[in-house]
């Protein structure tokens, strides 16, 4: 046989011995059982040992091979020459194979391994030194040792291929395009599994500050994904797209579950967590309803009132945008609400759940997309945004600020508010977040009737709410009859509804100058709510005293640039 191993290549390696050592034993027991049966050798460790054994399979113990026990609490097993020599040994190289024929050390054709649960442990919240215990040592140096040497050896981590290792053994082995694809699998497992144990210690070891109070962004920041799901496409045709998911965030839309209509687009994924992230930012029953992640609506049920009574009041802000929109629910789907959302077009619903009515009448628009949400859906602590040659790294918004909490506000001009009036700013300024900057949002009732979004001026996102507050009701397109909600009372003398007027105003940063206030104040805008801080505050605020309004000032800003 040659020593130049690129002048033969062991094709299929047919699966005689094989090494298992595993955390998670899931589906343990029958891949023993299935191994055994295809007479593979089977040598164990520790626990992993004692389940096969418990299973009445043979099993050889690792130590029996090493000569060594285990010590240390079990730090140590397999870490020997007599384990690694059989992993890595080239077996197209003479040269290696005379040195484990003269160290009487016989190879192994598979190893299974799966790592300790580090991520779990962390987000269980264990103390230091239980999570570092779950730092795997042994564990990743078998699996990136069999990687490797894939021309000779198969390596699983996924409980998942046992039945496809097992049918491997009875039909002579792996090939060596599946030890390849085998070994990229385990190469990305432990690269995820160490990128997690360095951003978990990058985080607490290697502080800049100790000043509690300070955000500490560590040096180092990375990010492990899985391919979930390949795309149609991305933003637009010409451009091929894929999901992935990180295993180790917090449950989110990546991770919600498709229970009826066609796979979900780019723009769905896009859309569908602007709308959750919308909805998900009231504690009400709540529903947002998005068309290229910005709200045609957000709203709030009133205290006895369903969650199919945020939907109509969210849907009657702008009906006309709604159509092809992504809806979002922070509480289950409902009859009552399928009901109204059948004869809207819709491209998809998010919510943590469908009632069984719900989703046999959802189920009924052949391509509607219906979401079901995972349980704990929340934003990431420190959010990321990709910029050319970088990441951008910033805790996350949320409505958190001090000057969130109304109790905290600086009443600047006019009577303060009424318990229903400061109810429908408190409300503004939470769904003003979900528009992007700048962004002027109108609100009645606990929803919005108008939106002035992502204009480069907040004197245009005024002129913009204003508009689309008078011009985009229920009223004027035939929608459902809301008329309680978003100041649909208020009409002029031709009848068009005239919903600014009487309505609460909140604007996400402040206003540089009087005239963008003025435009509100002239549409009948009864409240503001603004964070202050431009220079020109008096001669704004002096404007909304000289007009008799009430004007609160926040202290916090909530750009949202997406």
Request: overall charge negative; hydrophobic content about 45%.
């Amino acid at each position: 046989m040659s020593t130049d191993p690129k002048n033969t290549v062991l094709d299929t390696v047919p699966l005689k011995r094989a090494l298992i050592s595993v955390y998670d034993k899931t589906g343990l027991d029958e891949l023993a059982t299935g191994l055994h049966a295809a007479g593979v050798q089977i040598v164990s460790t520790g626990s992993t040992a004692k389940r096969i054994a418990e299973a009445g399979v043979p099993v050889t113990e690792v130590s029996e091979v090493t000569g060594f026990q285990e010590c240390l609490d079990g730090r140590v097993k397999t870490l020997h020459p007599r384990v690694h020599a059989g992993i890595l040994a080239d077996r197209r190289r003479e040269d290696h194979l005379a040195q484990l024929s003269d160290l009487e050390i016989e190879p192994f054709d598979l190893v299974v391994v799966n790592l300790y649960p580090f991520v779990e442990t962390v987000r269980s919240g264990a103390e230091e030194d239980a999570v570092v215990e779950q730092i795997d040592i042994g564990g990743p140096s078998m699996v990136r040792a069999a990687a490797k040497n894939h021309a000779s050896v198969s390596i699983v981590v996924d409980p998942a291929r046992y039945d496809e290792v097992v049918q491997a053994a009875q039909s002579g082995g792996f090939d060596l395009r599946a030890r390849r694809r085998l070994a990229a699998l385990a190469f990305a497992h432990t690269a995820a599994y160490d990128n997690a144990v360095a951003a978990w210690t990058a985080a607490h070891f290697a502080a800049e500050t100790d000043d509690e109070d300070v955000p500490v962004f560590p040096p180092y920041a990375g990010f492990s994904l899985e391919r979930a799901e390949i795309l149609r496409y991305g933003e637009n045709p010409h451009q091929p797209a894929a999901l992935y998911a990180d295993p180790a965030a917090a449950p989110g839309i990546a991770q919600a579950e498709l229970l009826h209509g066609k796979p979900m687009s780019y723009n769905n994924y896009v859309d569908a967590d602007a709308a959750v992230r919308a909805a998900y930012d009231h504690a009400e029953p709540a529903v947002a309803i998005v068309k290229h992640a910005n709200p045609c609506g957000v709203a709030v049920a009133g205290t006895g009132e369903g969650i199919e009574r945020a939907h109509a009041k969210a849907h009657a802000c702008d009906p006309v945008s709604a159509f092809g929109g992504v809806i979002a629910a922070n509480r289950p789907v409902t009859a009552a609400l399928a009901e109204q959302i059948k004869p809207i077009f819709t491209e998809v619903v998010a919510a943590p759940g469908f009632d069984e009515d719900a989703l046999e009448i959802l189920s009924a628009k052949k391509n509607l997309r219906l979401l079901s949400l995972p349980e704990g859906v929340e934003r990431e602590a420190v959010e990321a945004k990709q910029v050319s040659g970088g990441m951008l790294l910033q805790i996350a918004d949320a409505v958190d600020a001090e000057g969130d909490d109304p109790g905290t506000w600086t009443l600047a001009a006019g009577e303060p508010a009424d318990d229903a009036t400061m109810a429908d700013l408190a409300f503004a300024w939470r769904a003003v977040r979900a528009a992007k900057s700048n962004a002027v949002l109108l609100a009645a009732d606990g929803a919005t009737v108008g939106v002035g979004m992502g204009q480069v001026n907040r004197l245009d996102s005024c002129r913009l709410a204003v508009e689309r507050a008078n011009t985009l009701g229920a009223a004027q397109t035939g929608g459902q009859d809301v008329s309680s909600a978003g100041g649909a009372e208020n009409v002029s003398g031709d009848g068009a509804p005239e919903r600014a007027r009487g309505a609460v105003a909140a604007s996400d940063a402040f206003f540089p100058f009087a005239d963008g206030l003025q435009i509100l104040i002239d549409a009948g805008v009864k409240a503001v709510v603004q964070p202050g801080g431009s220079v020109r505050d008096e001669e704004v605020v002096e404007v909304a005293k000289a007009a008799g309004i009430t004007m609160y000032l926040t202290g916090a800003r909530h750009f949202f640039h997406g």
